[in-house]
């Protein structure tokens, strides 16, 4: 036998080696304070195979100094979490069920004791030897400071001062074959089978492997418990089998007994038909409450069966209700998706919904448990930011980098906004977006297909279908504007959804070319829009014509100011930093402004601008006189607020101001 619960093993031939392990505790003598001596190692993933099967974490405590890689480690240590070390514990497991096999039968059935299985025993017992001597070098985790402990000395002190020590070498002894070699007697009787039961403590170990085992995300918890019960069930009834034969066996009279009333030379026959008639009894009387066939005769019979039919009764009871926890388990998600429907289906007959609406409601909440296991909400919530970017990266990236918004987009933004969006399904004919809606979030197409939709009253147009790749929303988000369309799904779609204040803040920063390109791309697509689209946007052909107007006297500023001759020396002017911050937030998301050509306290009915004119602020004062000359028919030399506060600086404005230039 070996070391307590917390430690593990591995094979003494693999493991005893120099130069691979670390000291995690030196002595009080070497260390300047309990936790500064104290040192950790990891392993790497050559090492261990599958963290999830290591029962405890090696984590440290809070404010633990660990060092890695050090260089003193010491040799002779078997790390407890070896993949090879649990190999030998999974080897040892088997040898305890023959253990706890054969120490019952060989009690109750004392001829069997002998021979065959004497060798059996000692090979047996020679295997547990080993791996006593070996516990003396397989490093465990310290419950206080949760550090892997390397050290010799605390690990032979650890095992010598623990109970299990003590029961290892006692189960482990081989008793008769020591007695028959001081003696020259083969050892019989009672005693020898009573201390043969010592090997029952073994079976904690299979205890320990059924607890990792069920911690262990690639075993499948269902099975693993079935397996368990199906294990405890087995031993009891081959230990009341045993118990109820070993009464029999050493009873005065042999006829009257449960087996002696129907074989009455049972003593003689075959050890192997006893041990039938003994299953036979226990699974019967486990089962059911018995046939009558085999029944006790005698007093204490009786009272072993009185014992053993109350067991059983804790015994059923516990694998009923386990056994019934794993199916309502399973089918948790079922009772729920029941529930919510029927929760539905009562809230749109009390509010007289229509059919459609309650159609739309019952869809989503089946596609929601359908696709549950496929939700990032649920599954990514409780992982660290950066896995979940990871995760996001793996799987939308190259969706977001085809998306028409952000083509040539630099790869540090694409991580940024990959790592903030979030997935979702949607089913078939539901309203994704709704038109004149406040834009809150955009979305790009995964899979599935839309239909954008125009809604006047009652009837409603398709103007155009969109596909994977496409982006549904974006304009509403882009201009700050109701949402023009309707977008909704032809079948099943999954999106990936963008939120508007995550967007505006990456467009808004200070990387001004980025901002540019999607300016740039977001123009573009509008420009290519087919006819039906651009009829339901009114502002379109102002905003498109305000754009190229732009663009047209940015063009010839420049081509102005280009110097004549190669000899002209260019003086640069140094700017401070706030205003070259400035500078770059001008370049950044244009704004909106209106303009009017007269003062703010002038009478509309004289000038005919009561509206105003909506177009792009430009970079520079200069360009907005030009700006307003073109769109009001006459040039101005002043600008000034509603109040009468006059502009002088174009970074002063906000968007959607009003500016009355004359």
């Known amino acids: 036998m070996s070391t307590t619960t917390s430690e593990a093993r591995s094979p003494l031939p693999l493991l005893l080696r120099r130069g691979r392990s670390s000291t995690a505790i030196s002595t009080a003598a070497e260390a300047r304070s309990p936790l500064s001596a104290l040192q950790f190692r990891r392993r790497s993933s050559k090492d261990v195979r599958n963290i999830t099967s290591v029962s405890s974490s090696l984590l440290p405590a809070f404010g633990t100094v660990i060092e890695e890689d050090n260089p003193s480690s010491k040799p002779f240590i078997v790390l407890h979490f070896d993949r090879r070390y649990r190999l030998w514990e999974l080897f040892l497991v088997i040898l305890v069920g023959y253990s706890a096999w054969a120490s019952l039968f060989e009690l109750a059935f004392e001829k069997a004791a002998e021979g065959a299985f004497m060798t059996i025993d000692l090979v047996v017992d020679f295997f547990f030897a080993v791996d006593i001597i070996l516990t003396f070098f397989v490093s465990y985790l310290d419950n206080t400071t949760y550090l892997n402990v390397t050290d010799h000395k605390l690990i032979a002190k650890r095992y010598l001062k623990s109970v299990a020590f003590v029961m290892d070498v006692a189960s482990t002894l081989p008793i008769q074959f020591i007695y028959k070699t001081i003696t020259g007697n083969v050892g019989r009787g009672q005693a020898f089978g009573f201390l043969n039961l010592l090997r029952l403590w073994r079976l904690r170990r299979v205890t320990e492997l059924f607890k990792r085992l069920e911690k262990d995300a690639y075993f499948n918890y269902f099975v693993t418990r079935v397996i368990k019960l199906l294990c405890v069930t087995i031993f009891w009834i081959h230990l009341a089998?045993?118990?109820?034969?070993?009464?029999?066996?050493?009873?005065?009279?042999?006829?009257?007994?449960?087996?002696?009333s129907q074989v009455e030379d049972f003593k003689e026959r075959s050890v192997w038909l006893g041990y039938t008639y003994s299953m036979y009894w226990s699974i019967v009387t486990l089962t059911?409450?018995?046939?009558?066939?085999?029944?006790?005769?005698?007093?204490?019979?009786?009272?072993?069966?009185?014992?053993?039919?109350?067991?059983?009764?804790?015994l059923t009871s516990y694998i009923i209700g386990i056994m019934t926890n794993l199916v309502v388990h399973g089918a948790n998600r079922t009772f729920a998706m029941r529930s919510a429907?029927?929760?539905i289906l009562r809230y749109t007959s009390k509010n007289r919904?229509?059919?459609?609406?309650?159609?739309?409601?019952?869809?989503?909440?089946?596609?929601?448990?359908?696709?549950?296991?496929?939700r990032q909400e649920e599954v990514l919530q409780d992982l660290p930011k950066a896995i979940r970017s990871s995760i996001n990266q793996h799987l939308f990236r190259s969706v977001m980098e085809q998306a028409y918004l952000f083509k040539g987009f630099p790869d540090n933004l694409i991580v940024q906004l990959v790592s903030q969006i979030k997935a979702e399904y949607f089913p078939p004919k539901m309203e994704i977006i709704l038109q004149n809606e406040i834009p809150t979030d955009f979305y790009i197409i995964v899979s599935g297909g839309v239909d954008i939709i125009s809604s006047k009253g009652m009837s409603q147009q398709v103007l155009t279908k969109l596909g994977p790749g496409s982006m549904a929303g974006e304009i509403g988000v882009v201009l700050n504007i109701p949402q023009p369309f309707t977008v909704r799904t032809r079948g099943l779609s999954q999106v990936i959804r963008i939120g508007h204040h995550n967007f505006k803040e990456m467009v808004q920063s200070d990387n001004d070319v980025d901002a540019k390109m999607i300016i740039?791309?977001?123009?573009?697509?509008l420009k290519g829009l087919n006819d039906e689209l651009k009829k339901e946007l009114p502002f379109l052909r102002d905003l498109l014509a305000d754009a190229d107007a732009q663009v047209q006297v940015q063009e010839t500023i420049q081509t102005e100011e280009t110097p004549q001759s190669n000899d002209e020396e260019i003086a640069t002017v140094p700017r401070d930093e706030n205003e070259q911050k400035e500078e770059r937030r001008s370049e950044g998301v244009p704004k909106r402004v209106i303009i009017h050509g007269k003062r703010p306290n002038q009478d509309n009915n004289n000038n005919g601008d009561s509206n105003g004119r909506l177009i792009i602020l430009p970079d520079s004062i200069q360009l907005l006189f030009d700006l307003a000359e073109k769109k009001l028919g006459k040039r101005g030399s002043t600008i000034t607020m509603a109040d009468g506060a006059h502009v002088e600086q174009i970074d002063a404005l906000r968007e959607n101001d009003h500016l009355y230039i004359f």
């Open 341 to 343: 429907i029927n929760h």
């Open 520 to 525: 740039t791309n977001f123009m573009n697509y």
């Open 353 to 374: 919904l229509p059919d459609s609406m309650r159609e739309q409601m019952l869809s989503h909440m089946q596609l929601k448990f359908k696709t549950a296991e496929l």
């Open 288 to 314: 059911t409450v018995g046939y009558g066939d085999l029944h006790a005769v005698n007093n204490r019979e009786k009272t072993f069966n009185m014992f053993y039919m109350l067991f059983n009764i804790g």
């Open 241 to 260: 089998g045993c118990i109820l034969y070993w009464i029999a066996y050493h009873y005065p009279t042999p006829t009257e007994t449960w087996i002696g």
